[in-house]
């Protein structure tokens, strides 16, 4: 069993976390840190995006870039996110289904009017910027 270093009350206030280049496979462990903003787990192994409901009054800034996530997913009780990178993934900018799949995360979204667009570089993954929320 894992034992944390930290206090419970400093997980609480703890705002920001980079936990990069870590070989993390799957999101989990963060139901104490009810006051994370940013969440950085860019260069990891994650395929599936999951265990971040825990987060979903909080968290307004999520980097998931670099990782071997194929499916925007996971996201849709997030209601606070206003930034989200998942550029250098195997989510296909070309794919009909990453339009659809952003149109569902929008949707849910709702509430802060979510404003997202997808921009394409040589490589395949998009970078995805939310603004206050419709997708183009």
Known sequence: EFRSPFAVEQLRELSLLQ?????????????RCTGLRELNLHMNEISVISGLD?????????NLSSNRI???????????????????????????RLAVQ?????????SAG????TRSS??????????????R
Request: contains cysteine; proline residues 3%; positive net charge.
């Open 122 to 135: 040589a490589s395949r993954s998009p970078t995805i910027r939310l603004r206050r929320c419709t997708v």
């Open 70 to 96: 194929r499916r925007i997913e996971g996201l849709e009780r997030l209601s606070r996110l206003t930034s989200l990178d998942l550029s250098s993934n195997e989510v296909r900018a070309d794919s009909p």
């Open 19 to 31: 936990a990069g280049l870590r070989r993390i496979e799957d999101i989990h462990g963060l139901e």
């Open 54 to 62: 825990v987060l979903a009054n909080s968290l307004t800034s999520l």
């Open 102 to 110: 952003l149109r569902l995360f929008c949707r849910s979204q709702r």
């Open 114 to 117: 979510c404003n997202a667009s």
